[in-house]
């Protein structure tokens, strides 16, 4: 008998045990969930907070990834296309201008989506969430905004949890979802990437609140690593138990826990 798989399936549950209790430790102020997915045999190596994972909350500025697909499809959008800022100041220094294709997913400029949402339109927008099975969009929902309300709030919205994000992901990355090959490659191309360890990093961050205060978060990042070897999906999102004052914003933070995770396995 080969013992061998037997040992390494036995450290790699011992080393996913060990990062669970660091993480209970480390984020016992927040409910989190996080899901590594590994693309080749198409198995989940980590899941954290599967209860959490499995509620669906507003997609925040990840929807930005799935609006792209549908911009570039219907060709309102393209990497040369130009947003002329009309001179009302945003939440942050960067949305203060013009913006490019590049801009708008880089600074996750939410005028910017709110005009591809509104040429768009609530019909063809809708459509496409279903068809790209991205979560469940309620039919009297604000298609301008549907994405970003409120997790506590009982308005129509779009929602989803996180294996949804992990499925959808994969498909856009295995060139499988319902639009042309051009509309996924020009998205996947917007994404940030980054690069440590001989691993390459591409996502999207996502950041919303639970109190008009904007004290309470929610934060969600969602992206592909691969790199020596393997190729694999990360969705992290979080929610705070309790209000804070002088806290980054969700998105940011989500990306902050993302690459600890990936620290505490050796991916980062």
């Not at 909350?57 to 130009?82: G, N």
């Not at 904007?214 to 138990?241: A, H, P």
Request: charged share 25%.
């Amino acid at each position: 008998m080969n013992i061998q798989p037997c040992i390494a399936a036995a450290l790699a549950t011992l080393l996913i045990a060990g990062c669970s209790r660091k993480a209970d430790q480390q984020y016992k102020d927040r409910e989190t969930c996080f899901l590594l997915y590994d693309r080749l045999p198409g198995r989940y190596i980590m899941e954290y907070g599967r209860s959490e994972c499995e509620r669906r909350l507003p997609p925040c500025s990840t929807f930005k990834v799935p609006l792209a697909l549908m911009a570039f499809e219907e060709s309102i959008l393209s990497p040369e296309r130009k947003f002329p800022w009309d001179g009302k100041p945003g939440f942050l220094a960067e949305w203060n201008r013009n913006q490019t294709a590049n801009d708008w997913m880089a600074h996750s400029v939410v005028w910017v989506s709110r005009i591809l949402s509104s040429e768009l339109g609530p019909e063809k927008m809708n459509r496409y969430v279903e068809e790209f099975s991205f979560g469940d969009v309620d039919r009297g929902a604000d298609h301008t905004r549907a994405w970003l309300v409120s997790p506590g709030s009982a308005e129509p919205a779009l929602r989803i949890n996180a294996f949804e994000q992990v499925i959808f992901t994969d498909r856009l990355w295995s060139l499988d979802l319902p639009v042309s090959q051009a509309a996924m490659i020009n998205t996947q191309n917007l994404l940030v990437r980054q690069q440590s360890n001989g691993y390459w990093l591409r996502g999207k961050t996502g950041s919303g609140f639970y109190d008009l205060a904007r004290k309470k978060r929610l934060g969600w990042f969602v992206g592909r690593l691969n790199g020596r070897g393997q190729d694999l999906i990360v969705v992290t999102r979080f929610s705070d138990r309790s209000a804070g004052a002088g806290r980054p914003y969700g998105g940011r933070e989500a990306f902050s826990m993302t690459i600890d995770f990936l620290k505490s396995r050796g991916l980062w």
